[in-house]
């Protein structure tokens, strides 16, 4: 089993930044893929960006050049920090991870951290 817990989200002008973070215990040695995921209100859950045990990213074309996702290893923690913030970033922003146990792979997911930008 793996928790992830994250932290740093809040209320900010549109144009401001935030950094979020996310931290794993527990069974954290299988952990792989570590990626951040988005809510909005009425909306599907979509990735937003995520990020490979080797440093490899991914993001989604709505974030590219804004959002940049980093992790340390040795912390078990991926971060995700946000600059020029859009009113349309709003949601709540999820934290998730995969874990391989031989064969099989695990997805776990944070409660989510609430992100408000304001216009």
């Known amino acids: 089993q793996v928790q992830l817990v994250e932290s740093g989200g809040g209320l900010v002008q549109a144009g401001g930044s935030l950094r979020l973070s996310c931290a794993a215990s527990?069974?954290?040695?299988?952990?792989?893929?570590m990626g951040w995921y988005r809510q909005a209100p009425g909306k599907q859950r979509e990735l937003v960006a995520a990020?490979?045990?080797?440093?490899?990213?991914n993001y989604a074309d709505s974030v590219k050049g804004r959002f940049t996702i980093s992790r340390d290893n040795a912390k078990n923690t991926v971060y995700l920090q946000m600059n020029s913030l859009k009113p349309e970033d709003t949601a709540v922003y999820y934290c998730?991870?995969?874990?391989?146990?031989?064969?099989?792979?695990?997805?776990?997911w944070g409660q989510g951290t609430q992100v408000t930008v304001s216009s």
């Open positions: 527990g069974s954290t040695f299988n952990i792989n893929d």
């Open positions: 990020i490979s045990s080797g440093g490899s990213t």
């Open positions: 998730n991870c995969h874990s391989m146990i031989g064969l099989r792979e695990y997805a776990y």
